[in-house]
């Protein structure tokens, strides 16, 4: 059987492949697995209490539950979903758009597959462009959804350490070139894998050196502002004519409903519609059902400030709390929780690869995420990208308990025979 170049890359393994390869495996399997490596979001009782109510309500409503499941919506998605959404946009955050600045994908990935295939790849006179990650750092998933080769390139950061063991990325906008090649900025905010939060500074210096470079700035926003509000530290929703905003209903509670939400130029809309009819005539409608009611109302921006973001800023400190105490002795950081549903540890002069930590973890019942797969673009060698793993507390405390016990004992057995 003799694949395409596409089909050859798809054949072969990859970060975002493992991720989701253990994440069904960890659920689907008898034996007990500490699944400290997943996006997945807790299944928080007040929200799920919330998305039931209104599942209900749909099916005591002639007609409403044979609509969601029985009649496409246009390949922007629904619209009435769409015309709540834009207004609450404009009311909540001041953005200037209107339904038609908005499309509906299958989850933010598909987002991320068709933006970045969109905007970065063979463009005309044998050129090619490549999205330009500002920050690394970045999400797994970005990896292997360009459709040709080596579509990204990364800037490393600056590290600032603080004395509680913490530390922090910043964008190192000293010496952040953005080349002839660049097709598109792209930050995640707050950023997966770290919880880093870009400051609002940091945004509008990004945008205005977009807006320079006749690029688009695409701020993937799965976990932030406005909702689902998972950012602990002080920052504003930002938009404007230039920047492509991509939201998601994952976070908020509804991960298998797979509702993706893009804010752009209406051009770029189009575009991304003629894509959505393409690859999959319509986005599905069960996310925007469920959601509308909290939409139309800004409910969910109520219930994102004052359940979401309190749950999982508690979960943060207790998590910090416990990787601090188990890990102790050890030469060590943890990226300042700023936001997002992970920890992100870096194990200073590692002796061995976080590969090989994830292995010796994983035979142990323990799944993490080995950092090295979050550095897409970056050129050459850098020790630091084999030293971090990726952690999730949105399992239950006692869980991450207890995995942040047997990672500090992986570690310092690791340690110990440097």
Same mark, same amino acid.
């Given at each position: ?121 063979? *463009? =005309?006179?044998? !050129?090619? +462009?490549? $999205?330009? #990650?500002?920050?690394?750092?970045? @999400? ?66 990004? *945008? =205005?050196?977009? !807006?320079? +470079?006749? $690029?688009? #700035?695409?701020?993937?926003?799965? @976990? ?66 469920? *959601? ?8 969910? #921006? ?117």
């Amino acid at each position: 059987m003799r694949f395409s170049s596409i089909g050859e890359r798809f054949s072969r393994p990859s970060g975002i492949l493992r991720l989701m390869d253990d994440l069904g495996a960890a659920f689907a399997g008898d034996r007990r697995i500490i699944m400290l490596g997943g996006g997945n979001p807790s299944h928080i009782p007040a929200v799920q209490k919330l998305l039931r109510s209104r599942m209900e309500r749909i099916l005591a409503t002639p007609g409403a539950f044979e609509r969601m499941i029985g009649d496409y919506d246009g390949p922007r998605g629904n619209t009435a979903f769409i015309s709540s959404l834009a207004s609450m946009l404009r009311s909540a955050c001041g953005w200037k758009i209107t339904e038609r600045n908005i499309a509906l994908t299958g989850g933010s990935q598909n987002a991320f597959l068709f933006l970045f295939n969109m905007f970065a790849g063979h *463009a =005309r006179r044998g !050129r090619r +462009r490549r $999205i330009l #990650l500002p920050l690394a750092p970045e @999400y797994i998933g970005y990896a292997d959804v360009g459709l040709n080769h080596d579509i990204f390139t990364a800037h490393r950061p600056e590290i600032d350490c603080f004395g509680d063991r913490t530390f922090k990325y910043r964008i190192a906008f000293d010496s952040l070139r953005v080349g002839d090649d660049a097709g598109a900025l792209c930050v995640s905010r707050p950023t997966n894998p770290t919880g880093n939060v870009v400051t609002d500074d940091e945004v509008r210096r990004l *945008a =205005r050196i977009a !807006r320079d +470079r006749g $690029i688009p #700035l695409i701020i993937d926003n799965a @976990y932030g502002l406005p909702f689902p509000g998972i950012i602990f530290t002080g920052a504003t929703p930002y938009y404007d004519d230039n920047t492509i905003v991509c939201m998601s209903l994952s976070k908020f509670g509804l991960p298998t409903a797979r509702t993706g939400i893009v804010v752009a130029s209406e051009k770029i809309i189009g575009v991304l519609s003629n894509m959505n009819a393409v690859g999959g005539l319509a986005p599905g409608g069960i996310g925007p059902a469920l *959601a509308h009611d909290l939409v139309r109302s800004g409910d969910i #921006l109520r219930i994102s400030r004052e359940i979401i973001r309190p749950y999982y800023q508690r979960k943060a400190l207790h998590t910090l709390a416990c990787f601090n105490e188990a890990l102790d002795g050890l030469d060590y950081r943890i990226h300042k929780p700023e936001g997002a549903l992970f920890l992100w540890l870096w194990f200073k002069g590692l002796p061995i690869t976080n590969a090989e930590l994830y292995e010796r973890l994983k035979r142990r019942g323990v799944l993490v995420v080995p950092g090295h797969y979050f550095f897409p673009g970056v050129r050459g060698a850098w020790r630091h990208k084999h030293e971090c793993i990726r952690i999730s507390y949105s399992p239950d405390d006692a869980i991450v308990e207890k995995g942040a016990r047997i990672i500090a004992q992986e570690a310092k057995k690791a340690y110990a025979h440097k």
